[in-house]
């Protein structure tokens, strides 16, 4: 089991899994560290629907757009899509509030951790139909999808790496090198943060 500092710097998006089975005990407890995340004015609006039954899961992720950046080339194969997922469905009546946003990366944030922790992928994605995903759940109209996350054992490893900011906006694409490995920019800490008053950089120790 990895420490949390650890899980956090090495956490990536997958995106490619083996087809080795989640016990669905492990998929409840996903959901219990869900639900533990900090709640705006604890109102707790979020529900969760767990997918794990080969059949469901399949019409799930005919549903799912994968990896803007670099399509079609980083949808998974045959043979290495999810076997889980976890949808965070709000409720309607206090989805467009502020901090219902927050609630829902708060628990995704946890479910993906959790995982890492455990050697097990994720990926939390946006691109999805949302209404047909709906029907095939069988979700009530008191709730709608606000988005899921993917779940397997991983069977990539994508590489993290620092902005080159000399690109600009170009410069936070993931991209595919020769060998098809998935790198991931991401901005330095002296670019991004500040000590006691903007424009005095942090200064990373990595």
């Known amino acids: 089991m990895r420490d949390v500092f650890d899980t956090m710097k090495t956490r990536r998006s997958i995106r490619r899994f083996t087809q080795r089975e989640l016990d669905p005990g492990l998929l409840v407890e996903l959901v219990d560290v869900a639900r533990r995340a900090p709640s705006a004015a604890n109102k707790q609006p979020l529900e969760y629907v767990v997918v794990h ?30 076997v889980a ?62 988005t899921l996350i993917a779940l397997g054992y991983p069977a990539e490893a994508p590489v993290m790496e620092d902005v080159d900011e000399s690109r ?16 991931v920019p991401k901005r330095r800490v002296e670019s991004i943060g500040h000590l006691n008053k903007y424009g005095n950089p942090l200064r990373s120790k990595a």
């Open 53 to 82: 039954e080969p059949a469901v899961r399949a019409a799930v992720f005919a549903n799912v757009a994968w990896a803007g950046y670099v399509r079609p080339r980083r949808d998974p194969l045959p043979g290495q899509e999810p």
């Open 85 to 146: 997922y976890i949808v965070i469905l709000v409720r309607k009546d206090v989805a467009g509030e502020r901090g219902a946003g927050a609630d829902v990366g708060a628990a995704a944030e946890n479910i993906m951790l959790a995982a890492w922790s455990l050697g097990i992928g994720s990926c939390w994605m946006g691109a999805i139909q949302r209404d047909e995903i709906c029907r095939i759940l069988e979700i009530p109209s008191r709730l709608g999808i606000d």
């Open 168 to 183: 600009g906006t170009d410069g936070i694409k993931y991209y595919l090198d020769s060998e098809d490995r998935l790198h």
